[in-house]
């Protein structure tokens, strides 16, 4: 039942939009209104949009400047195509809410367009966002809990801001992990009370992971050519590298957290996710800005074009290091051939591969219940005060969060154990600060020493998306991250590589991840059409 009322919703959504831009189709016999249809006026432009649907967002770009459809056609093209197939597809549940004033944006880009007015790069390219980034308009910001539900944030999230200004059209919110997995322990990966279970494009029952699940696969299914997630820890890359797609994880500071829904102010970033690096770096470039209201964004060494050194040879003479575990002849290499095949690509491509031992920057039983400790803290310390933040909606307390979950679990009536064990929580400043902070120093210092000692550009993770949680430090750092696709494997699910590196080495790792891409041209697009 709740699948059927929301693609019903997801229909006639489409269908409100299509009548605002005044291309309401034709209903008959054949055409009922709960049945897919393209506005007659789009048909002769179809092939041209049915061949972006995996483009990149620059070609999407070049195909709107050379006039081969306007943002008005291909916002309404994807709206149309994305509820097409949940309703009647494969039923992907990435998206849980589209823009009601996208076609109207659209039409007033286009006409900037015509009259030579770009505001920039991404002028009139569709985004979607995920559901714990406020949008002041009529879309609702609820990191997928239907408690959240009711009223809209007040303003904009300042990225939000950035992208409006670069010309991005907001089309829509993307599903998550309720409360960025912080909810319960039984949740799975991409399910939310307000959006469903969100499923992998490249296999229906195969990892979405999360929780930027919705915005990771999107982009996989052609929903649109950019979105954004958030990551506290590893909630952009894990999603990336289980959907087949590109995820960057920032410095912690590079790109403002006002306006996004806190889980940790040590560790929250916003990250792109996209289809290509150089997306990933052009979607960086709009948002990247000095933020008054976040004072981590004034640490920012250097503001600069992350485009610039994406070039083809971008490894030539790079140093990379790679866990010892898989030298050559080594028994976990013969058991992980795409990792194998793309340490091979690294070398050919004119990278120094040097192998290294991870133990430093790996952690023990004892620091894994600091960091479940911390995790638990910082929930209270973010939360009530977020929830006491907003106007409108049903709860403005913990309890009263924990009270409505209770009597309204949502359709998987899955637990909120996560939740109601922080909101017990007796909290202790002295006691958060000591763990963080503590956390923090040795992850940074882990991660150093690993850059200093070995020479190394970058380090590249294991070949497991959510090892990279095992590897604490490069995450408890603050430090960047980025995973790009490496192939498929037996199961017809999508591998990766990760590279991460220093504070601010986002242009390094670019580069890298590009000239990797480059070499490998690995990713592949779903098959479920």
Avoid at 22 to 40: G, I, M, R, Y
Avoid at 207 to 229: E, K, M, N, Q, T
Avoid at 267 to 276: H, K, V, W, Y
């Amino acid at each position: 039942m709740y699948r059927t009322l929301r693609k019903r919703a997801v229909v006639l959504t489409r269908l409100a939009l299509l009548h605002a831009l005044c291309l309401t189709p034709l209903v008959s016999q054949a055409n009922p209104p709960d049945q897919p249809v393209f506005p007659a006026s789009a048909s002769v432009k179809n092939e041209a949009l049915a061949g972006m649907v995996y483009a990149g967002a620059a070609e999407v770009a070049l195909a709107l400047a050379e006039g081969r459809f306007t943002s008005q056609e291909l916002v309404s093209y994807l709206i149309s195509r994305a509820a097409d197939l949940d309703s009647f597809g494969p039923a992907i549940e990435a998206v849980i809410e589209f823009n009601s004033e996208a076609l109207s944006i659209a039409r007033t880009l286009d006409e900037e367009r015509q009259a030579g007015n770009l505001r920039g790069p991404l002028h009139g390219i569709p985004v979607l966002l995920k559901d714990n980034i406020h949008t002041a308009d009529q879309m609702q910001t609820a990191a997928g809990s239907l408690a959240m539900v009711g009223a809209a944030a007040a303003d904009d999230a300042f990225i939000v801001q950035k992208l409006r200004e670069q010309g991005a059209i907001i089309l829509g919110k993307t599903n998550m992990s309720e409360w960025a997995n912080f909810r319960g322990d039984q949740l799975p990966d991409g399910w939310s009370g307000r959006g469903g279970k969100t499923r992998n494009p490249h296999a229906l029952d195969g990892d979405v992971c999360g929780s930027s699940s919705g915005s990771a696969a999107a982009i996989a299914a052609g929903y649109a050519p950019l979105s954004l997630g958030t990551d506290t820890f590893g909630s952009v890359i894990c999603p990336a590298a289980k959907n087949g797609i590109v995820g960057l994880r920032p410095s912690v500071g590079l790109l403002s957290r006002t306006g996004i829904i806190p889980a940790s102010r040590e560790l929250d970033s916003a990250g792109p996710m996209t289809r290509t690096v150089r997306d990933a770096a052009l979607l960086l470039n709009a948002m990247v800005a000095l933020d008054p209201q976040d004072l981590a964004t004034a640490q920012v060494p250097v503001r600069q074009d992350y485009t610039q050194k994406l070039k083809a040879d971008a490894l030539q003479g790079k140093v990379i290091g790679y866990p010892s575990r898989f030298k050559p002849g080594s028994e976990d290499l013969n058991e992980h051939p795409q990792f194998a095949q793309a340490l091979d690509t690294l070398r050919g491509a004119g990278a120094q591969l040097v192998p290294v031992d991870l133990k430093g920057t790996d952690w023990s039983e004892n620091d894994w219940s600091r960091v479940s400790r911390m995790f638990d803290m910082t929930i209270k310390r973010v939360l009530p005060g977020y929830l006491a933040s907003r106007s409108g909606l049903k709860v403005s307390t913990f309890q009263e969060l924990v009270d409505y979950n209770e009597s309204n679990p949502g359709a998987g009536n899955y637990n909120q154990d996560l939740l109601k064990r922080a909101n017990a929580l007796a909290f202790d400043e002295a006691e958060y600060l000591t763990l963080s902070d503590g956390l923090g120093d040795e992850a940074r210092s882990n991660v150093d020493k690993l850059l200093a000692d070995n020479g190394l550009d970058v380090a590249l993770g294991d070949p497991h998306p959510f090892a990279v949680l095992e590897l604490g430090s490069a995450i408890f750092a603050g430090y960047p991250g980025i995973t790009v696709p490496s192939g498929m494997d037996a199961d017809g699910m999508p591998t990766s590589v990760y590279f991460y590196g220093a504070r601010w080495s986002e242009a390094e790792l670019l580069a890298i991840a590009y000239g990797y891409e480059q070499a490998s041209n690995a990713r592949q697009d779903p098959d479920f059409e």
